[in-house]
């Protein structure tokens, strides 16, 4: 489903203080499966997850995307190259493929619960109660239905975690993405986490996790694992 070929991110580049985050990495997502992207704190991890879900662009190298549905682009039954199109289609295909579920969670303070995992879906129109009940059920499938009014700042950091996963769903992405999900977390709750994300699979989602627990990239759930050290890829994938 999502294809990297040789990609490669600087930042700052042609300066003194360039930094290669990723360099040359190459790997195949497949759809439907777990795929877990492992290695040490400043590694490229989380550059690479924004590279694929379309958050930042490549200084070089190509990403491809198959079945991609955005307004404005034709249907992708075939590869559609993402690196080089215009903003406005990158939204589009960020906001319709895929859901992201932060390491520190990226929720606003003083905003319900509620509002919170509508925030993503506003920007794409609709029925506004149609939304409100859409994330009404997402709430109430993990237990929050009683925090729905709530401002966000009265949550644990488990329930935390759950509006987030319910923000990411809101859209009922294909892909969903995760940056190191389990680590503000305990072990208890860690393993709730990817018993949660086995569900998604097997309900058809694919799903990017970078991580170094190894409660994560361990987990008998996992499909492949890419390592990476230094912004390249550390030997071949494990399955």
Known sequence: MIEVANVTKTYHAGRP???TAVDGVSLAIERGRLTVLKGPSGSGKTT???????????????????GVKAAGLPAAGGALEITSLPERFLTEIRRATFG???QHFNLIKGVSTLENVM????????????????AG??????????????????LSGGELQR???????????????????TAH???????????LMGTFKEGGRTLLIASHDPLVYDSPLVDATHELR??????KASA
């Open 100 to 102: 992201f579920i932060f």
């Open 163 to 181: 509006v987030a996963i319910a923000r990411a769903l809101v859209n009922d992405p294909a892909v969903l993405i995760a940056d190191e999900p």
């Open 119 to 134: 925030l993503p879906a506003y920007p794409l129109g609709g029925d506004p109660a149609a939304l409100r009940r859409r």
């Open 48 to 66: 690479l997850l924004s590279l694929v879900g379309c958050m930042a662009r490549p200084s070089s190298g190509r990403i491809h995307l198959r």
């Open 185 to 195: 977390l305990d072990s208890h709750l860690s393993e709730a986490f990817m018993a």
């Open 17 to 19: 203080n360039a930094y």
């Open 230 to 235: 230094d912004g390249r890829l550390c030997g």
């Open 137 to 154: 059920e997402l709430l109430e499938r993990f237990g929050l239905s009683r925090h729905a009014r709530e401002p966000i700042d009265r």
